[in-house]
């Protein structure tokens, strides 16, 4: 029960911030410069070929990990598409974060037990 609550608060405040942080008609949040507005775009646009839509992960970018999914690269493709806020971006993050919070450990004995 406290997960549910959790997932909810999580997705309606991520959607409040990507509705809050996007200029509209930009393709970057704020008042970013030209060369931040560059690094982001260009960061974004590698992880949208790395992204699995089936999975809501991002493919590792490891070579030695090659069609793995990562969750730490996904968590910040999250927060790349919440900043970007285009077409489906606000969905695509919502369903990262929610795959990474059901796949956190649950059992307080796990090494990497996540505190829900």
Request: glycine residues 2%; hydrophobic residues 45%.
């Amino acid at each position: 029960m406290m997960l549910l609550n959790m997932r909810s608060i999580v997705c309606k405040a991520l959607a409040l911030v990507a509705c809050a942080t996007t200029v509209s008609g930009s393709l970057c949040p704020g008042p970013w410069s030209k060369d931040a507005c560059q690094l982001f775009s260009e960061s974004m646009d590698y992880l949208d070929r790395i992204y699995d839509p089936k999975a809501a992960y991002v493919f590792s970018p490891s070579a030695t990990t090659a069609l793995r999914h990562d969750t730490r690269t996904s968590v910040w493709y999250a927060v790349g598409l919440l900043a970007r806020n285009q077409d489906d971006d606000v969905a695509q993050a919502m369903a990262i974060i929610q795959n990474v919070i059901e796949m956190q450990f649950k059992d307080p004995a796990d090494q990497w037990w996540a505190c829900v």
